[in-house]
């Protein structure tokens, strides 16, 4: 049974930073792009970033243009787990953020339609 459990939410103020978690069992990790997705109150669910791995050289990310150069997608392979640091944060960014996989390590994982397993989210609130 695949599980990807999320950690790493909570309450932060403007400009301030957070490091989501997403420990994943039941899959070889490798196999899979990984990315987060979020969704804001009253909103569809949305993009944020992915990181793929594409073996012996490494791996690969993208990003929404929302966050770009604010927030970092990162992944332990030894670990089975992907991280999002988020910097810089804003009130937009308040959402309920979910890990996702999709099959095909090397594959890019932009889409929601793509995802292959999700995670139950964790909630950041960007608020002073």
């Known amino acids: 049974q695949v599980q990807l459990v999320e950690s790493g939410g909570g309450l932060v103020q403007p400009g301030g930073s957070l490091r989501l978690s997403c420990v994943a069992s039941?899959?070889?990790?490798?196999?899979?792009?990984m990315g987060w997705f979020r969704q804001a109150p009253g909103k569809e669910r949305e993009f944020v970033a992915a990181?793929?791995?594409?073996?012996?050289?490494?791996?690969?990310?993208n990003y929404a243009d929302s966050v770009k150069g604010r927030f970092t997608i990162s992944r332990d392979n030894a670990k089975n787990t992907v991280y999002l640091q988020m910097n810089s944060l804003k009130p937009e960014d308040t959402a309920v953020y979910y890990c996702a996989a999709k099959y095909g390590g090397a594959s890019t994982l932009r889409e929601d339609y793509d995802v292959d397993y999700w995670g139950k989210g964790t909630l950041v609130t960007v608020s002073s």
């Open positions: 990181v793929k791995w594409v073996g012996w050289s490494g791996s690969r990310t």
């Open positions: 039941g899959l070889t990790f490798s196999n899979y792009a």
